[in-house]
């Protein structure tokens, strides 16, 4: 007999909620705050907003399924399996934290801050909950990117991955394209950003303004990335001429570490991020996975 479907609410710590946690009480938090010229009453709004929007979200799950909630710290050391709906009751970018965790699940985004909120990801409303999980095969498969070292770590995002030094040090690589005969260009930079059409809406949308939107932006469905090289700096020793590009499926962006330590992240999460160093390998390109994300 198959398994009833589970339902795993994502969700975050609310800000009122940290600012309690450290200053132990709702008196103590909102003199804090005054202290600092700022009112907790907006921050206590919002929390009770997100605390209705995932009760009315409980409700609305059928009674012959399972549910469970997970919390975003926690996602790391959370199992999704193959028949959960993965409803995510918060921020867009709460979407993008759990994407890397999932294998084909499909994912419901319910904004608990309409207006404060893009919308972008979590494009539902709470009270939307129960037809969505009735309609759960009506999706919209998003393009990731991922990133492969030959020590066989693999990164997975939904927006960007960034591959550069921790901090603000010089990244010094050789950076090509595979299957270009070898060419690489030695060079130092503060970064290369590889982003999907998703991502095209955030950090590599601002790099690609910056450049006078040279490249055409690709859709959140199109498989295609771009990648920046983010402020190369000219050498006798380093070049600048591979700087901006596009990656189709199947092409990969490589690049061979020349600095002590090098990182790569993704979506932003630092804490989560691949260390790389001297002489090792890493490969960028359209991941085979999708998100796919219902309505």
């Known amino acids: ?31 804090f705050l005054s202290s600092r010229g700022r009112d907790i009453g907006e921050i206590a709004d919002r929390h009770r907003r997100t605390r209705r929007a995932l ?3 409980t ?38 934290n759990v994407a890397k965790y999932l294998s084909g699940q499909p ?3 319910i904004d608990t801050d309409p207006g ?34 030959d020590d066989t770590q693999r990164l997975v995002a939904l927006n960007e991955i960034y591959l550069g030094a921790a901090g603000h040090q010089t990244a010094r690589y050789r950076l090509g394209l595979d299957g270009d005969g070898g060419v690489a260009e030695a060079q130092a930079s503060s970064g290369v950003l590889v982003g999907t059409g998703t991502g095209a809406t955030g950090w590599i949308r601002s790099v690609w303004q910056e450049r006078g939107g040279g490249l055409r932006l690709p859709g ?15 050498s006798p020793a380093t070049g600048t001429t591979l700087v ?11 690049l061979t570490v020349e600095s002590e330590r090098l990182i790569a992240f993704g979506d932003g999460i630092e804490s989560d991020a691949v260390e790389l160093t001297w ?16 309505g």
């Open 55 to 57: 009760a009315e979200v």
């Open 1 to 31: 007999m198959s398994l009833a479907p589970r339902a795993v609410l994502v969700h975050r710590t609310t800000e009122y909620e940290e600012l309690v946690a450290r200053h132990g009480t709702h008196g103590q938090a909102a003199f």
């Open 279 to 294: 002489g090792q390998r890493v490969t960028v390109g359209v991941c085979g996975e999708r998100l796919r994300l219902v």
């Open 116 to 149: 404060r909120n893009p919308g972008v990801l979590v494009r539902h409303r709470p009270a939307d909950t129960g037809a969505l999980l009735s309609a759960t095969d009506a999706v919209e498969e998003l393009t990731m990117v991922e990133a492969v070292a």
């Open 244 to 254: 901006a590009g596009d990656l189709r499926a199947g092409g990969r962006l490589a």
């Open 59 to 96: 409700a609305a799950i059928p009674l012959t399924w399972r549910q469970t909630r997970v919390e975003r710290r926690d996602l790391d050391r959370f199992l999704f399996a193959p028949e959960d709906v993965v409803v995510v009751v918060g921020q867009d970018g709460l979407v993008a």
């Open 107 to 109: 994912v419901v985004g």
């Open 220 to 234: 959140p469905t199109e498989e295609r990335l771009l990648w920046y090289v983010r402020e190369a700096w000219p």
